[in-house]
């Protein structure tokens, strides 16, 4: 069983910063693909980033150039730098866990607001 954890979202103004982090149980984290997610309100779930275990990386187009997808296994957490935020960002952030190559994500944090304000 993996826990995941987010943390950092919170209110800011469009062309402002934000870091989530997502903190992760477990001794095998390092092998894990991570996944940043997000839903808004009436819509349905959508990818946003992902980090493999040897640090490779996939963006959605629409944070391309803006949001940086990272990972610390030393601490067992991934991050996710979200610069020059825009009012269409708003959502509930998810991270999650993909155990096997290719497979579906299998373990889900719990979210965490973003808010953009115009």
């Known amino acids: 069983q993996v826990q995941l954890v987010e943390s950092g979202g919170g209110l800011v103004q469009a062309g402002g910063s934000l870091r989530l982090s997502c903190a992760a149980s477990?001794?095998?984290?390092?092998?894990?693909?991570m996944g940043w997610f997000r839903q808004a309100p009436g819509k349905e779930r959508e990818f946003v980033a992902s980090?493999?275990?040897?640090?490779?990386?996939v963006y959605e187009d629409s944070v391309k150039g803006r949001f940086t997808v990272s990972r610390d296994n030393a601490k067992n957490t991934v991050y996710l730098q979200m610069n020059s935020l825009k009012p269409e960002d708003t959502a509930v952030y998810y991270c999650?866990?993909?155990?096997?190559?290719?497979?579906?994500?299998?373990?889900w944090g719990q979210g965490t607001q973003v808010t953009v304000s115009s």
């Open positions: 980090i493999t275990w040897s640090d490779g990386v």
């Open positions: 477990g001794r095998t984290f390092s092998r894990y693909g």
């Open positions: 999650a866990a993909q155990v096997v190559v290719g497979a579906a994500y299998r373990y």
